[in-house]
Structure formats: structure tokens, C-alpha cells
């Protein structure tokens, strides 16, 4: 529905609130597009899968008076963040969108076999269904957390919008769990070093918890559900990069065909 204006405004002021109107209609829309990815997934099921926990997330919104509540980014929100006595370069939101975009687009998720929950530097822990399709682009990103911190769920489009694609969840995350499943803790700084491909050998869930912040390490951020802290490669690795190693060698584990998984 159009939006409507009272007719004292001048044209300038008219064009203005309408153009704030469509926009912020458009930052409200669900995600249109899904993956039927097959509904295995249960938190009390001990059937194989991986379990990725990307910690110490950056989503948070401000509040502007020009563009309303947005996602702070290091980029456009310096100013912002420097008058709060923040460090800027830790508003890192787009280290989330890196990594969802890796795994939501991997075989182990179209085979149904993947698990992804983020929990955020403020505590929110939000739950992602294998189904979402992430937006591609990164404003589109940020448009639909900017909805899902605001709206607590965010829903697919059309015929499916009964599906919860994204949602927020009470803490702790072990709730959300499988009882006594590993987790296991990834930091460059450890002095264990594994190839994770040793953990893919059990039929059994598995979690691995990636820090998906700028600085620091898991040990700094308090992370204290973890059994072991690994270290995966000699080099600091990104931490979507570290998403794409750990997947590809479940992927070859579990011998996921990529020509049979579910489009």
C-alpha cells in the first residue's frame, strides 16, 4: 500500500518521507528465496552432522536521525563509534555474511548434514534454518538483520511464509545442542594441531565453534563450553576460510556427492 502524506507538505518534503517510506518497507521484506533442504535436523537426534557456531558476532544496530536504525559497520559508522568511545574496527558484520554465504552454499548444507547458529558479541543468539538463501549483497544483509534484531524472526516469501528462516533464540546455546556432543574451539594461537578430518571419522554430531570477530581469540571472549581448542592450519586463516576447510573435509568424510545434493 502507498503511502499516504498530509497535503500541507511541500512537494520536496512529500518526495522525502515517501522515499523513507519505501525504504524502509523494503529493509522489512522477508528473504525470497530458500533451499528445500530435507528436515533431518533435531537437537536430540544423535545422527552425524556438523554443528557451526560462529562466536562473538558483530550484529548490532544505531539509531541515526537520517537513515533510522542500521547495522553499524566499521565503514559507515566511524564517527558514530568513535563518539561512543568505541573501537570502529570492531564493527566487523560482514565476517557473518562471509562465512553464512560459504556455508549456506555448501553440499554438506544441501545434503541436509549442516547445523549453523551465530551468537553475537551482545549476547543474542540467533538460530539460521539450512533452508535461507542469504542476500548476496552485503546492504541487503544488513537490511534483513537490521528486521530480524527488530522482529525477533524473519520469514521466507510468498506461499512459504510459514517457514522462520532466521530467529532469535533464548540463550545458552548448549540448549540448543545435541547432550554430550564435542565441541570443539578453533584459534590460530593454539598449540594442538589437528586436521579436522579426524573428527569426521564418527557417525556422530559434532560441533565446532569459529570466531567470527575482527581481533582477539575464543580464550579472550570467554568462552569457557568448549572441550578442546584446535588450531587447523600453520597460517591465520579468515574466518570464512576457516568455515570452507572445516566443510570440505566433512564434505570428503561423509562422501556428499555434490551432483546428488538437493538444489
Known sequence: MAARFPKRLSGKKRRKLKQMAEKKDSDEEPV??????????????????????????????????????????????????????????????????QCLLMLLDSPLNQAGLLQIFIHTEK??????????????????????????????VVRAAGNDSHVPLLKIIKNPITDHLPTGCLKIGTSHK?????????????????????????????EERGVSYTEETVSISNYPLSAAYTCAVICSKFTEAWNIDTKSSVL
Not at 40 to 63: M, P, Q
Request: proline share 6%; charged share 25%; hydrophobic share 35%.
Open 190 to 218: 593454539s598449540k594442538k594441531f589437528v586436521d579436522p578430518l579426524v573428527y569426521a571419522t564418527d557417525e556422530k554430531p559434532i560441533v565446532f565453534v569459529i570466531g567470527a570477530f575482527a581481533h582477539g581469540s575464543l
Open 123 to 152: 549476547n543474542v543468539l540467533i538460530q539460521i534454518s539450512p533452508q535461507t538463501r542469504i542476500p548476496r549483497t552485503f546492504d541487503r544483509f544488513c537490511g534483513v538483520m537490521v528486521q530480524l534484531l527488530q522482529k525477533l
Open 32 to 97: 525470497e528465496e530458500y533451499i528445500p533442504v530435507p528436515k533431518r535436523l533435531n537437537k536430540d537426534s544423535n545422527d552425524k552432522r556438523l554443528i557451526v557456531i560462529l562466536e562473538g558476532a558483530s550484529i548490532e544496530t544505531g539509531f541515526t536521525k537520517r537513515d533510522g536504525y542500521q547495522l553499524l559497520t566499521s565503514d559507515k559508522h566511524h564517527s558514530l563509534l568513535t563518539k561512543e568511545g568505541r573501537d570502529p574496527s570492531l564493527a566487523r558484520p560482514d565476517i557473518v555474511h
